[in-house]
């Protein structure tokens, strides 16, 4: 084999992107050094440094971790040009004027090391052109990498080459943005603005005339484009105010620049009322209005007509909400078709505009339309891709939908759709690949050797690749659970329950993967099928699912179901065979609990991690308490144990959530020896080769032992502190009892301090406070809420 | 009642500048080596006085612990370079422990067992915080009459402002005060007299040379006070204590470190050596309150400390009254009708800081530093202490 590792990245510009870049190779422990400009006065790298403070501030959080913000090596293009020559990959992300670029790449050239991977974060220059000027050697090493902001949360990244980029260079940057910064990378022709800027753009441009033509107003066009077409919840106009006006502008002004023979030329022209909000200074959130204003606790829209804020609120029609609930897309479509509605009419509109849009320029601006659909995806954060809507809607019907709107006038412009459209296909997407205008073939998935770290592609309607759900050998399955295999040796349980809650019988089958693993498997993974897609690990135990049994059997009727919890979680800690746990997004309360008794973890960055049951005025009842004493008596290995408990009480008693696994490393939920993984779609992958590994190095579970507990005192010592915290107001009499509860539990109970305890004694603690509290009207009332509104409730 | 054998007399007092706690001038410097040096300063004030003749050095501590624990009065005594000979006692009452040890020493002298004392205060808060390294508590400080025993300082000033009814635009107006007492009477130089210059010597890790960098300066000045602070910035400032509360950290003491101390001596050994008195000590009270108010402390050991001196409350010219937080500040100023412009005319603890145990001897050093620049006759120093006390000491000028 020959391995091509990145041992260092360097940034050139500490902007907003740069900086953010900086910050996710820090993340996935790639060493950066991060460049600007030299300060004019004050330190000579303040600029810098200030970039380097303000990611501690921004939200969402471009680090995982703050504490390492410390560690992006900070340098300027004065001083610390030497420090290039130690970076084997380069990436330019400086303002975008190609003057300024020209100038830095003169200064830089001499200094990038052979065989150094040199690219720019461009989001719609000519990567040609930028290369001009560059000796012919680097020309080979140089393409576009255009992350999308946020670069730590938007998967995409486009890969633009040259000419003249050697095509191993791209191969090697897509697998290093791919499993190292666990990006969706797709490849784009070097035309204006990519392709996600090119559609996603054009779809806003499409949008804002579409509205005026049917007057409807920014309010209701968001409620209409936002999470009801499976894209940004904030719609249209209020990403715009998000993203800024001026960028928005910028990129607009780029496509007028650059696209001239564009049959839809016309659409690039700034629309009116932008260049108003411009010009006036409103440039979205950061001058605190743009589309929007807000006022007080009201947020006004713009009224297009008067140029004055208004009362917003707006939303769809009815009629249009019960239309877009339909299931069946080809239904969906031919009532938005068909609709005389006008929110009705917008909105077939600007599909319309979109799919024109895209059929007519996919072969100039994409190798296939899998890479148009994977753009919006991952770039716009649409759900499902232009061409998959399509397609999934009847390829044909509207197709001809299509054109008759173009013949009829009624399309942007009137170019026709390209013959391909018509040439008797069902759509783009097919078993064998994508459709690829420019080879007229169907170009199938990249088969790098990096993707064979994804069990599952990220799916593509009409592919008809293998799915999680349903792929392998069924060794069991019900409404809870599948216990499966790729006929192999490791056995994976995937919880089926809405939000992966934990059931009775997700706790039956947990129990009986485990004994399936034992006899027959290296070990088990647990896995859900939707981790790479947005899924949650676990939202928690299913509150709902125990309703009935309180309903008719009260209190007493809950505790052998959370002893039998219990008894789950420990038949996991002490399996004779490797269990894994494959972390994504959410893990709460219980699932939180889950993932701790599992023999490893394998966690995506994006984990968000934590004991909530205070929140339903409840404690972890299904060993995290327990879990809590344990880890922190390890900690402090006979050191002060109150202070390594901290931490874990604070945890439980906030209801801390990770924003990261990083952070939940830092809160003890994930060991450090736990992996984190930057590609969800290589989770299942990893936590696989873990089981293995684990087993062939002769994989035993931990041996029982007595705990030593801080005691008495130690509960006293919080306690203190809460009497505080209720005194002072901060937290209720109900918070306060549960709080002193979790402080008995973590301090082992009423016992002296040092007292040696056992796990079934922290979890008779934890289970006698669980059924007090569930006893307590004040904590019925928070499960009530819960379960009515969705929201906790402060009692 | 009265045993008092021979008066004690205040011949040397000095301290430390106060540094701001935990990320401060003295945040790498030890305290027993601030004790150290406000040892050497005090006695090198008073070359003539043979130092073997100090029979004990009693030191103020609020958290004896860590790099001020052991017996840190002892490990100075020999880190100054006293005669073995010297003794050395640590005392603990919070932040009346610097006014203790002052207190203690002087009845040394004045019941006829001892003719030369020291008295001192030391803290490092920014080494050893608030509660200690390893606070622990007991379980019966839940029971409903002990429960003012788990409230932090913070929450008993809330619970004064509460029941004194102390808004917050007055305990603001009051810190801005504080501050801008300070810097003018840093600006006329008059902590000038009170104050030893401390040389900080830190080694610091050159990760570029591989080498050990010595950086050395000399510091004579508080670091507290801020020319900058006003109203609105003082506004800004959110409640920490209690949600709905008043007390924030701009009208709340700063933490400190710092370190004071003062030599006293018998009217005998006045004569024997020649030696000029700067004050003669009066009396010393502590009172206990309720631990939930103990910020109201000073309201009752104040009147017993000027009946124990003999003088009456407006005799008191100048009153170094700790400013643990404005609130209770402005209760015990209310309450006792104390005239505003005698408490604290240099600024307090909102300003200046608060090196707990250490601050007794250091306001010691200011009100009779102070008195005798003004010309004035009775100078006290006072303080509420956590657990709910209250404690006074009395100097008259000589």
Same mark, same amino acid.
């Given at each position: 084999?020959?391995?091509?590792?990145?041992?260092?990245?360097?940034?050139?510009?500490?902007?907003?992107?740069?900086?953010?870049?900086?910050?996710?190779?820090?993340?996935?422990?790639?060493?950066?050094?991060?460049?600007?400009?030299?300060?004019?006065?004050?330190?000579?790298?303040?600029?810098?440094?200030?970039?380097?403070?303000?990611?501690?501030?921004?939200?969402?959080?471009?680090?995982?971790?703050?504490?390492?913000?410390?560690?992006?090596?900070?340098?300027?293009?004065?001083?610390?040009?030497?420090?290039?020559?130690?970076?084997?990959?380069?990436?330019?992300?400086?303002?975008?004027?190609?003057?300024?670029?020209?100038?830095?790449?003169?200064?830089?050239?001499?200094?990038?090391?052979?065989?150094?991977?040199?690219?720019?974060?461009?989001?719609?220059?000519?990567?040609?052109?930028?290369?001009?000027?560059?000796?012919?050697?680097?020309?080979?090493?140089?393409?576009?990498?255009?992350?999308?902001?946020?670069?730590?949360?938007?998967?995409?990244?486009?890969?633009?080459?040259?000419?003249?980029?050697?095509?191993?260079?791209?191969?090697?940057?897509?697998?290093?943005?791919?499993?190292?910064?666990?990006?969706?990378?797709?490849?784009?022709?070097?035309?204006?603005?990519?392709?996600?800027?090119?559609?996603?753009?054009?779809?806003?441009?499409?949008?804002?005339?579409?509205?005026?033509?049917?007057?409807?107003?920014?309010?209701?066009?968001?409620?209409?484009?936002?999470?009801?077409?499976?894209?940004?919840?904030?719609?249209?106009?209020?990403?715009?105010?998000?993203?800024?006006?001026?960028?928005?502008?910028?990129?607009?002004?780029?496509?007028?620049?650059?696209?001239?023979?564009?049959?839809?030329?016309?659409?690039?022209?700034?629309?009116?009322?932008?260049?108003?909000?411009?010009?006036?200074?409103?440039?979205?959130?950061?001058?605190?209005?743009?589309?929007?204003?807000?006022?007080?606790?009201?947020?006004?829209?713009?009224?297009?007509?008067?140029?004055?804020?208004?009362?917003?609120?707006?939303?769809?029609?009815?009629?249009?909400?019960?239309?877009?609930?339909?299931?069946?897309?080809?239904?969906?479509?031919?009532?938005?078709?068909?609709?005389?509605?006008?929110?009705?009419?917008?909105?077939?509109?600007?599909?319309?505009?979109?799919?024109?849009?895209?059929?007519?320029?996919?072969?100039?601006?994409?190798?296939?339309?899998?890479?148009?659909?994977?753009?919006?995806?991952?770039?716009?954060?649409?759900?499902?891709?232009?061409?998959?809507?399509?397609?999934?809607?009847?390829?044909?019907?509207?197709?001809?939908?299509?054109?008759?709107?173009?013949?009829?006038?009624?399309?942007?412009?009137?170019?026709?759709?390209?013959?391909?459209?018509?040439?008797?296909?069902?759509?783009?997407?097919?078993?064998?690949?994508?459709?690829?205008?420019?080879?007229?073939?169907?170009?199938?998935?990249?088969?790098?050797?990096?993707?064979?770290?994804?069990?599952?592609?990220?799916?593509?309607?009409?592919?008809?690749?293998?799915?999680?759900?349903?792929?392998?050998?069924?060794?069991?399955?019900?409404?809870?659970?599948?216990?499966?295999?790729?006929?192999?040796?490791?056995?994976?349980?995937?919880?089926?329950?809405?939000?992966?809650?934990?059931?009775?019988?997700?706790i039956g089958g947990l129990a009986l993967a485990i004994q399936e693993a034992e006899k027959n498997y290296q070990g088990l993974v647990l896995w859900n099928t939707d981790a790479a897609d947005g899924g949650v690990f676990s939202a928690g135990a299913d509150l709902q699912s125990m309703l009935p049994l309180f309903m008719s059997g009260g209190?007493?009727?809950?505790?052998?179901?959370?002893?039998?919890?219990?008894?789950?979680?420990? *038949?996991?800690? &002490? $399996?004779?065979?490797? #269990?894994? %746990?494959?972390?994504?997004? +959410?893990?709460? @309360? !219980?699932?939180?609990?889950?993932?701790?008794?599992?023999?490893?973890?394998?966690?995506?960055?994006?984990?968000?991690?934590?004991?909530?049951?205070?929140?339903?005025?409840?404690?972890?009842?299904?060993?995290?308490?327990?879990?809590?004493?344990?880890?922190?008596?390890?900690?402090?290995?006979?050191?002060?144990?109150?202070?390594?408990?901290?931490?874990?009480?604070?945890?439980?008693?906030?209801?801390?959530?990770?924003?990261?696994?990083?952070?939940?490393?830092?809160?003890?939920?994930?060991?450090?020896?736990?992996?984190?993984?930057?590609?969800?779609?290589?989770?299942?992958?990893?936590?696989?080769?873990?089981?293995?590994?684990?087993?062939?190095?002769?994989?035993?579970?931990?041996?029982?032992?007595?705990?030593?507990? *801080?005691?008495? &005192? $130690?509960?006293?010592? #919080?306690? %203190?502190?809460?009497?505080? +915290?209720?005194? @002072? !107001?901060?937290?209720?009499?109900?918070?306060?009892?549960?709080?002193?509860?979790?402080?008995?539990?973590?301090?082992?109970?009423?016992?002296?301090?040092?007292?040696?305890?056992?796990?079934?004694?922290?979890?008779?603690?934890?289970?006698?406070?669980?059924?007090?509290?569930?006893?307590?009207?004040?904590?019925?009332?928070?499960?009530?809420?819960?379960?009515?509104?969705?929201?906790?409730?402060?009692? | 009642?009265?045993?008092?054998?021979?008066?004690?007399?205040?011949?040397?007092?000095?301290?430390?500048?106060?540094?701001?706690?935990?990320?401060?001038?003295?945040?790498?410097?030890?305290?027993?080596?601030?004790?150290?040096?406000?040892?050497?300063?005090?006695?090198?004030?008073?070359?003539?006085?043979?130092?073997?003749?100090?029979?004990?050095?009693?030191?103020?501590?609020?958290?004896?612990?860590?790099?001020?624990?052991?017996?840190?009065?002892?490990?100075?005594?020999?880190?100054?370079?006293?005669?073995?000979?010297?003794?050395?006692?640590?005392?603990?009452?919070?932040?009346?422990?610097?006014?203790?040890?002052?207190?203690?020493?002087?009845?040394?002298?004045?019941?006829?067992?001892?003719?030369?004392?020291?008295?001192?205060?030391?803290?490092?808060?920014?080494?050893?915080?608030?509660?200690?390294?390893?606070?622990?508590?007991?379980?019966?400080?839940?029971?409903?009459?002990?429960?003012?025993?788990?409230?932090?300082?913070?929450?008993?000033?809330?619970?004064?402002?509460?029941?004194?009814?102390?808004?917050?635009?007055?305990?603001?107006?009051?810190?801005?005060?504080?501050?801008?007492?300070?810097?003018?009477?840093?600006?006329?130089?008059?902590?000038?007299?009170?104050?030893?210059?401390?040389?900080?010597?830190?080694?610091?890790?050159?990760?570029?040379?591989?080498?050990?960098?010595?950086?050395?300066?000399?510091?004579?000045?508080?670091?507290?006070?801020?020319?900058?602070?006003?109203?609105?910035?003082?506004?800004?400032?959110?409640?920490?204590?209690?949600?709905?509360?008043?007390?924030?950290?701009?009208?709340?003491?700063?933490?400190?470190?710092?370190?004071?101390?003062?030599?006293?001596?018998?009217?005998?050994?006045?004569?024997?050596?020649?030696?000029?008195?700067?004050?003669?000590?009066?009396?010393?009270?502590?009172?206990?309150?309720?631990?939930?108010?103990?910020?109201?402390?000073?309201?009752?050991?104040?009147?017993?400390?000027?009946?124990?001196?003999?003088?009456?409350?407006?005799?008191?010219?100048?009153?170094?009254?700790?400013?643990?937080?404005?609130?209770?500040?402005?209760?015990?100023?209310?309450?006792?009708?104390?005239?505003?412009?005698?408490?604290?005319?240099?600024?307090?603890?909102?300003?200046?800081?608060?090196?707990?145990?250490?601050?007794?001897?250091?306001?010691?050093?200011?009100?009779?530093?102070?008195?005798?620049?003004?010309?004035?006759?009775?100078?006290?120093?006072?303080?509420?202490?956590?657990?709910?006390?209250?404690?006074?000491?009395?100097?008259?000028?000589?």
């Amino acid at each position: 084999m020959s391995n091509f590792i990145i041992k260092k990245v360097a940034v050139l510009g500490a902007g907003v992107m740069g900086a953010q870049i900086a910050a996710h190779c820090i993340n996935a422990k790639v060493p950066v050094v991060l460049f600007d400009l030299p300060a004019k006065e004050g330190p000579k790298n303040g600029i810098v440094l200030r970039a380097i403070e303000n990611l501690k501030k921004l939200n969402p959080a471009p680090l995982g971790d703050k504490d390492q913000a410390a560690l992006i090596e900070v340098a300027n293009y004065e001083d610390n040009l030497e420090l290039l020559k130690g970076c084997d990959l380069i990436v330019e992300a400086i303002a975008e004027r190609m003057d300024w670029k020209h100038d830095l790449y003169k200064k830089v050239a001499e200094y990038i090391a052979p065989g150094a991977i040199f690219a720019s974060n461009t989001s719609g220059l000519s990567i040609t052109a930028l290369s001009e000027g560059f000796k012919a050697e680097l020309k080979e090493r140089f393409c576009g990498v255009h992350f999308f902001n946020p670069p730590r949360y938007m998967p995409l990244v486009e890969l633009v080459p040259t000419p003249a980029t050697r095509p191993e260079i791209l191969d090697q940057l897509e697998t290093f943005l791919t499993t190292t910064l666990g990006k969706g990378v797709i490849r784009a022709k070097d035309t204006p603005n990519f392709v996600a800027n090119r559609v996603g753009i054009f779809g806003m441009l499409a949008i804002l005339h579409e509205a005026k033509k049917f007057g409807l107003s920014c309010d209701v066009v968001d409620d209409l484009t936002g999470a009801k077409l499976g894209r940004a919840k904030s719609g249209t106009f209020r990403t715009a105010d998000v993203v800024g006006l001026d960028t928005l502008g910028h990129v607009i002004k780029t496509m007028q620049d650059n696209l001239a023979s564009d049959p839809f030329f016309s659409l690039y022209q700034t629309p009116e009322v932008l260049n108003k909000l411009m010009t006036t200074g409103a440039l979205g959130q950061k001058t605190g209005a743009g589309f929007y204003k807000k006022v007080g606790k009201d947020i006004l829209r713009l009224d297009f007509a008067t140029g004055n804020y208004v009362a917003g609120g707006g939303k769809a029609d009815d009629l249009i909400n019960r239309i877009l609930k339909e299931k069946d897309p080809a239904k969906r479509f031919a009532a938005l078709h068909a609709s005389s509605n006008p929110q009705g009419q917008f909105l077939w509109a600007i599909f319309r505009d979109v799919f024109h849009y895209i059929a007519v320029h996919l072969a100039t601006i994409a190798d296939s339309a899998r890479d148009v659909d994977f753009a919006m995806r991952w770039g716009f954060g649409w759900n499902q891709g232009p061409f998959e809507s399509w397609q999934a809607a009847g390829w044909r019907q509207i197709a001809d939908w299509v054109k008759e709107d173009i013949d009829a006038g009624k399309a942007l412009c009137n170019a026709p759709l390209p013959a391909w459209v018509f040439d008797g296909r069902a759509g783009v997407h097919t078993p064998q690949g994508a459709y690829s205008p420019v080879h007229n073939a169907y170009v199938p998935r990249s088969t790098l050797p990096v993707y064979q770290r994804q069990v599952f592609r990220a799916p593509v309607v009409g592919e008809s690749a293998a799915e999680g759900k349903t792929a392998g050998t069924t060794v069991f399955e019900d409404d809870s659970v599948r216990i499966w295999h790729q006929n192999d040796d490791v056995l994976i349980l995937s919880l089926k329950t809405k939000m992966h809650v934990i059931s009775p019988g997700v706790i039956g089958g947990l129990a009986l993967a485990i004994q399936e693993a034992e006899k027959n498997y290296q070990g088990l993974v647990l896995w859900n099928t939707d981790a790479a897609d947005g899924g949650v690990f676990s939202a928690g135990a299913d509150l709902q699912s125990m309703l009935p049994l309180f309903m008719s059997g009260g209190v007493k009727a809950i505790e052998p179901e959370v002893a039998k919890l219990q008894r789950a979680h420990q *038949a996991m800690e &002490y $399996a004779p065979v490797p #269990i894994v %746990a494959a972390v994504a997004g +959410m893990a709460l @309360g !219980g699932g939180c609990e889950l993932l701790m008794h599992a023999a490893k973890r394998v966690a995506s960055i994006e984990s968000y991690i934590g004991l909530v049951e205070v929140g339903v005025g409840l404690i972890p009842a299904g060993g995290g308490l327990k879990e809590a004493a344990l880890r922190a008596a390890k900690d402090a290995k006979g050191n002060d144990l109150l202070q390594f408990l901290k931490n874990y009480f604070m945890n439980a008693a906030t209801a801390a959530v990770s924003k990261s696994a990083l952070e939940a490393r830092k809160m003890g939920y994930l060991a450090s020896s736990d992996v984190i993984v930057f590609n969800p779609y290589e989770l299942l992958h990893v936590a696989k080769s873990e089981v293995r590994a684990m087993y062939q190095a002769g994989y035993r579970p931990p041996l029982p032992a007595k705990i030593p507990v *801080a005691g008495r &005192y $130690a509960t006293a010592t #919080i306690m %203190a502190q809460l009497v505080n +915290m209720r005194d @002072g !107001g901060f937290i209720s009499a109900h918070d306060y009892k549960i709080s002193a509860m979790i402080a008995e539990i973590v301090s082992g109970g009423d016992v002296e301090q040092g007292s040696l305890v056992d796990e079934q004694w922290l979890l008779d603690l934890e289970r006698k406070a669980f059924m007090e509290l569930l006893n307590h009207p004040k904590t019925q009332e928070r499960i009530m809420g819960m379960m009515q509104t969705g929201k906790p409730v402060r009692n | 009642m009265n045993q008092q054998v021979q008066d004690a007399y205040i011949v040397a007092a000095t301290r430390t500048p106060i540094g701001k706690a935990p990320r401060g001038m003295f945040k790498n410097m030890r305290p027993d080596d601030l004790l150290v040096r406000a040892l050497q300063s005090a006695t090198s004030k008073v070359p003539d006085l043979d130092p073997k003749l100090i029979e004990d050095v009693i030191v103020g501590c609020a958290f004896p612990e860590a790099e001020q624990g052991l017996n840190v009065a002892r490990m100075a005594v020999l880190l100054a370079g006293l005669p073995q000979s010297v003794g050395g006692v640590t005392v603990n009452r919070y932040c009346a422990s610097g006014i203790t040890a002052v207190a203690m020493a002087a009845d040394r002298i004045r019941v006829g067992q001892a003719e030369v004392m020291i008295a001192a205060g030391v803290e490092s808060m920014s080494m050893v915080p608030m509660m200690g390294h390893h606070p622990s508590m007991n379980m019966d400080i839940f029971k409903d009459e002990n429960l003012g025993m788990a409230y932090g300082m913070g929450l008993t000033a809330e619970k004064v402002a509460q029941q004194w009814k102390i808004s917050r635009e007055v305990q603001d107006q009051f810190a801005l005060k504080s501050h801008q007492k300070a810097i003018a009477a840093q600006q006329a130089g008059e902590f000038r007299d009170e104050t030893t210059a401390v040389d900080i010597v830190e080694r610091l890790p050159n990760l570029a040379t591989g080498k050990i960098e010595i950086k050395t300066r000399s510091v004579n000045q508080d670091e507290g006070a801020r020319a900058d602070s006003s109203l609105a910035s003082l506004a800004k400032l959110k409640p920490v204590f209690a949600a709905k509360g008043t007390v924030t950290a701009g009208n709340s003491s700063q933490t400190s470190d710092g370190a004071g101390a003062l030599i006293l001596v018998s009217e005998k050994t006045l004569k024997q050596f020649n030696l000029t008195p700067l004050a003669r000590f009066m009396s010393f009270a502590v009172r206990g309150v309720p631990p939930e108010i103990m910020g109201i402390g000073p309201k009752e050991a104040i009147p017993v400390a000027c009946r124990a001196a003999g003088i009456t409350l407006d005799q008191i010219d100048w009153f170094e009254l700790n400013e643990a937080f404005a609130a209770q500040s402005l209760a015990v100023i209310r309450d006792l009708g104390l005239d505003p412009n005698k408490v604290n005319p240099m600024g307090g603890a909102i300003a200046l800081g608060h090196p707990l145990g250490a601050t007794g001897a250091i306001r010691s050093a200011t009100v009779i530093h102070a008195m005798r620049r003004r010309n004035l006759k009775y100078g006290m120093v006072t303080m509420c202490v956590g657990t709910g006390m209250g404690a006074a000491g009395i100097f008259e000028r000589m």
